[in-house]
């Protein structure tokens, strides 16, 4: 049982079960891949009736592998079979899907290209990846997550982002032209197999569509199975396909090539300036803000009374973080970190530091830094706080700083 882009005057009767559901399957998958709130009263009834205790409800959160997706597929798991059946009798005379198919595959090399663009891009300009922030600098490995300790590792190499960000892209525009499209294919199940383990063993919540990006890119590549076991398993000479034909005409194929020439790049165009604008905004290439670093507390006086620096106490700051524009994380003494708005007025020489989900007011500070030091004085949470803080010097962080090194007479692993 095997299905194939070549054109075939009469496909076999497992070919057309075959094709039937995966068509069913992937059609739907995509369709509410982009309109998925349609389902929502669906699913909802679905997680209530085999007492789901997930949660029954779209919401943005970043994740991929919510409640909600593997109802989804539950729901696409349950309907496709039957469907599948109901077409099998009701066409069951229908001698091919030569013309079925060829869309099919063109549908889903759109989906996968596109895919294979959004994510390479923005490894290329190293978006999906930024850089450790610094407040995981002062995290003990073992308090990081699976995927923490993933886009820490992805993070530090802006070379490797590259590599991989270009694979990605490199499948998708070999997807495009139709002779090629097994190669890109190829390269697609290679980068996105391993993107999927990563996925899987790391907890990363891109679970659900990264295994259907694998299986999309090998559908595609199998259409074309016969031709490569041929030439690279059975050492043998492989004739050319008979494609199947939209049209004969020269000027269809010229419109289409020239279509596909200019859609590839106006979409590269704006991955790229969407990258490039990213990067700039909250990438690695963005605008430090104003006290980026690092600030060690040296002094911690609350309410007239200086607090020693006891790895016990739950008040005591140790560090002050600023980052990113707009926030800082404070790391307490027992090592927990709390993640504020942060707001600086240089001109006045005043902070502000506050939680958005807090009722409270927000803590104002006046501040004064020379150097590598720092001080603040002013209120936080109603209490008195002056607090002193030495800035760490990033220069000695060595996951910052080691760099590459072509020799090295013994392995170098702290």
């Avoid at 504020?340 to 989900?357: A, G, H, T, W």
Wanted: net charge positive; with cysteine; aromatic share 16%.
């Amino acid at each position: 049982m095997r299905l194939s882009h070549e054109y075939r005057e009469q496909w076999s009767t497992s070919s057309k079960v075959l094709f039937r559901l995966l068509f069913i399957y992937f059609s739907l998958f995509l369709f509410f891949f982009v309109a998925g709130s349609l389902l929502t009263p669906i699913l909802v009834k679905l997680g209530q009736a085999i007492g789901s205790e997930g949660r029954l409800e779209r919401f943005p959160t970043g994740s991929g592998d919510t409640t909600m997706a593997y109802l989804q597929l539950l729901f696409l798991a349950l309907i496709t079979p039957p469907l599948t059946i109901i077409w099998s009798i009701l066409d069951r005379k229908r001698p091919s899907y030569n013309q079925f198919f060829y869309w099919f595959l063109v549908i889903l090399r759109m989906f996968l290209i596109l895919q294979m663009f959004i994510y390479g891009f923005a490894k290329i300009y190293k978006v999906q990846f930024p850089t450790t922030s610094l407040a995981r600098l002062l995290m003990p490995i073992g308090d990081m997550s699976p995927m923490g300790l993933a886009w820490t590792y992805m993070g530090h190499s802006e070379g490797f982002n590259m590599f991989v960000g270009i694979m990605e892209v490199l499948g998708g525009l070999l997807l495009i032209p139709r002779r090629t499209q097994t190669l890109g294919a190829f390269i697609t199940i290679g980068v996105m197999t391993q993107v999927m383990m990563m996925n899987f063993f790391f907890d990363i919540p891109v679970k659900l569509l990264s295994a259907h990006l694998v299986i999309i890119a090998l559908i595609i590549f199998l259409a074309d199975w016969k031709r490569f076991s041929q030439v690279f398993i059975k050492n043998e000479t492989a004739s050319s396909l008979k494609y199947y034909e939209v049209s004969r005409d020269p000027h269809y194929k010229k419109l289409i090539f020239w279509f596909k020439v200019i859609v590839a790049s106006i979409l590269i165009g704006l991955m790229c300036w969407q990258g490039y604008s990213r990067e700039r905004s909250f990438g690695d290439k963005r605008e430090k803000p104003e006290l980026y670093g690092i600030w060690e507390v040296s002094t911690f006086v609350k309410n007239a009374d200086t607090l020693p620096p006891l790895l016990t106490d739950q008040n005591r700051w140790r560090y002050l973080i600023v980052d990113r524009k707009g926030s800082a994380t404070i790391k307490y003494m027992t090592d927990k970190m709390v993640w504020y708005d942060f707001e600086v007025d240089k001109p006045n020489q005043s902070l502000s530091i506050y939680r958005k989900v807090d009722s409270t007011a927000v803590n104002t500070f006046k501040f004064a830094r020379r150097d590598s030091t720092l001080h603040i004085d002013g209120i936080f949470y109603k209490d008195t706080l002056r607090v002193d803080f030495k800035a760490k010097d990033l220069s000695k962080i060595e996951l910052l700083n080691r760099g590459f090194h072509w020799v090295n007479e013994t392995p170098y692993n702290r």
